[in-house]
């Protein structure tokens, strides 16, 4: 079983259990279901509601770990309280001392209407959770519209669509340079992070695309596996892609984030992506390239997509 209905306030959510990413505590959550719990506001994590009992049994969960950021659409379990942690927005878990461990439990499939009733919390008071193995199969919406193109790292290759709403510009400057060609590395100070290093772009292998401020005002702290980002500091512009857990763009010596924006998400199975990404440390500099998927209509006339 991977396929969750979560139940809050009136409305039922179809979810995934993160069994890729969390083997002992997916089984052990499996063996618990059904489970009900109360929510409630966090009061010092940002946006996220907490349950306020303690789910599953024992302490600890060995074989798994934590995720330094947290991304909206996730349920996670803080193993110090062995209580659930659901993120809607911007938030980090923690408590008014540090920041908590949150191992990622499961996520919700189409998460916009999840993320409104989970900030409706605030408002509304205790709400109860469930969660439950889905019943027969769970239908999962559409990707989104728009061009879409070719990721090869080293032998692996994935496909993303351009996000297009909001971001024209920046995509359709982005989709007329392709196909760009270069290198891939990981990253000194930002965790589980892809650097393409484009091969025309001078010693720090810039790809400057130029986005207007309205599109810089989309630009994200806390960036998602599963999403290709725009670097927009200049002598650094370019592409950047975590691949296995949410991370951020900061200076090891001084903190701080950098914010970039989310311009493709990857679409389809992107599992070799993500393990060709993990081998960059071992294995050194691949070559990364983005090429234009000539099967999409919308690629001939990036005008005529829209999400």
């Known amino acids: 079983m991977s396929r969750l209905e979560l139940t809050l306030r009136g409305h039922s959510f179809a979810a995934r259990l993160l069994r890729d990413r969390s083997p002992a505590l997916a089984e052990r959550l499996e063996r618990a279901l059904p489970l009900s719990v109360h929510v409630l506001q966090d009061q ?112 692996s290759v994935a496909r993303a669509v351009l996000l297009r709403e909001g971001r024209t510009a920046l995509c359709d400057r982005f989709l007329s340079m392709l196909p760009l ?14 650097r393409f290093w484009n091969e025309t772009g001078g010693p720090e292998g810039e790809t400057p695309l130029d986005p207007t401020d309205d599109e810089l005002r989309r630009a994200e702290a806390v960036l998602e596996p599963g999403y290709l980002y725009y670097m927009p500091k200049r002598g650094f512009r370019g592409i950047r892609i975590p691949f296995r857990d949410a991370t951020m ?20 199975d992107w599992a070799p992506f993500r ?33």
């Open 44 to 155: 010092w994590s940002g946006a996220f509601v907490r349950s306020a009992e303690t789910v599953l049994s024992g302490q600890g969960v060995p074989g798994d770990e934590p995720e330094p950021y947290q991304t909206a659409g996730r349920v996670y379990l803080d193993p110090r309280t062995m209580t659930l942690a659901v993120c809607y927005g911007r938030g980090r878990l923690q408590d008014a001392y540090s920041a908590a461990p949150a191992i990622p439990l499961a996520e919700v499939l189409e998460r916009d209407d999840f993320v409104d009733v989970c900030r409706s919390i605030q408002f509304s008071g205790a709400s109860v959770l469930t969660m439950a193995a889905a019943p027969g199969g769970i239908q999962v919406g559409a990707d989104p519209a728009g061009p879409r193109f070719q990721v090869r790292l080293g032998q």
């Open 181 to 194: 060609a270069g290198i891939a590395t990981n990253t000194h100070s930002s965790g589980p992070l892809v």
């Open 249 to 268: 763009m900061r200076s090891a010596i001084t903190g701080g984030g950098s914010e970039l924006v989310p311009i493709a998400r990857f679409v389809g």
């Open 275 to 307: 393990q060709a990404a993990a081998r960059l440390r071992w294995d050194g500099a691949l070559p990364l390239s983005f090429t234009a998927d000539a099967a999409t209509d919308a690629v001939a006339d990036p005008g005529a997509a829209r999400p």
